[in-house]
């Protein structure tokens, strides 16, 4: 079965560090790759996603992801954090073949200021 | 525009009881998705809906769960003689086109169902 993993649970950090959340899946074939974003009493919203193209995606707010086929992975980078992205991300992989998205666990972010 | 809306926020329902949640999408958005998150657990696929058919059902338990998006009205995901293994985080999606097309959901803030 198709699967995403988040390295991490937790992660801690001081503001000004830089940020790197691993992803990876198992899937084979095309996919599409999502990062989400739940900040604290706020609803998901979409970070950044790759189609096709550039494997290097810009999102929001200074994040990016790189998608490394060969690796099956697509890292959250930032390269330096604030206060503010203290939230919980999660990784999503939705083959081009249907309808459904496969989420990581999740990773809980917290920034200490 | 008006998110997604979900209600109830919280619901608390004992041992064998119903629990009814709704889903009103973003305005435009013809597509629902309903997913489930257990604690410490990333979302799962439940139901995939577009307005009164259900496309893909393939990550709903087969017994005392169903879902609808009718005509008019919010999407319901219902369960029947809820058990506690039923307590989570019910969360719907919608969007403009199916997923392939558009890569993004729209979520709401979620349902979270207790069971007593």
């Known amino acids: 079965a198709q699967s995403v993993s988040q390295h991490n649970h937790h992660v801690i950090l001081s503001e000004a560090a830089s940020l790197e959340l691993g992803c990876n899946y198992s899937?084979?074939?095309?996919?599409?790759l999502f990062w989400y974003v739940q900040y604290p009493g706020q609803h998901l919203q979409l970070l950044l996603k790759?189609?096709?193209?550039d494997p290097l995606v810009k999102g929001i707010k200074g994040f990016e992801a790189e998608f490394i086929k060969s690796k099956f992975s697509f890292n959250l980078r930032k390269p330096s954090v604030q206060w503010s992205d203290t939230a919980e991300y999660f990784c999503a992989v939705n083959q081009k073949s249907n309808y459904q998205l496969i989420w990581g666990a999740g990773t809980k972010l917290i920034i200490k200021p | 525009n008006a998110g997604v809306m979900q209600n109830p926020r919280h619901l608390v329902r004992r041992r064998g009881q119903e629990a009814r949640l709704r889903c009103s999408p973003m305005k435009g958005h013809s597509h629902v998705y309903w997913y489930r998150q257990l604690p410490e657990e990333g979302l799962k696929f439940m139901v995939y809906?577009?307005?009164?058919?259900?496309?893909?059902e393939s990550g709903m338990p087969k017994e005392r769960f169903s879902a609808e998006f009718p005509k008019e009205g919010p999407s319901i995901l219902r369960i029947q003689q809820v058990v506690r293994g039923d307590s989570a985080a019910y969360f719907c999606?919608?969007?403009?086109?199916?997923?392939?097309?558009?890569?993004?959901?729209?979520f709401g803030e979620g349902s979270r169902l207790t069971v007593l």
């Open positions: 809906l577009q307005k009164e058919n259900i496309i893909d």
């Open positions: 999606a919608s969007s403009p086109r199916s997923i392939q097309g558009t890569g993004e959901l729209f």
């Open positions: 790759y189609f096709s193209g």
């Open positions: 899937y084979g074939g095309t996919v599409n």
